[in-house]
Nanobody, 123 residues
Framework: QLQLVESGGGWVQPGGSLRLSCAAS????????IGWFRQAPGKEREGVSCIDHRGGSTKYAESVKGRFTISRDNAKNTVYLQMNSLKPEDTAVYYC????????????????WGQGTQVTVSS
């Protein structure tokens, strides 16, 4: 069964850091681009970052540029999202998704999705 599982979410104070992980099971991520998305209560899902299958190309939403870093370790079949200088507006459920092909911030291009992990930034 093809599955993506996110982990690493939690509660953090403004200015803090978290590292999210997206682990694949049932398939190898070697040929898949990975995207991170988030959805806050009452808001539409938005693209946060994405990375191509080799890790050579990345994209970021303007709201997270300079604070978030996406990376991947294909040997571990895992993609990461390092989130620094977190703000209350980063509070959301974060999802990872996989697509065979080019990395994109368009969620409707993705084939496989994880169940999400909650990130809460508050004092």
């Amino acid at each position: 069964q093809l599955q993506l599982v996110e982990s690493g979410g939690g509660w953090v104070q403004p200015g803090g850091s978290l590292r999210l992980s997206c682990a694949a099971s049932g398939f190898t991520l070697d040929y898949y681009a990975i995207g991170w998305f988030r959805q806050a209560p009452g808001k539409e899902r938005e693209g946060v970052s994405c990375i191509d299958h080799r890790g050579g190309s990345t994209k970021y939403a303007e709201s997270v540029k300079g604070r978030f870093t996406i990376s991947r370790d294909n040997a571990k079949n895992t993609v990461y999202l390092q989130m620094n200088s977190l703000k209350p507006e980063d509070t959301a459920v974060y999802y990872c998704a996989a697509v065979w092909g080019m990395a994109t911030m368009k969620s409707n291009r993705y084939d496989y999705w994880g169940q999400g992990t909650q990130v809460t930034v508050s004092s």
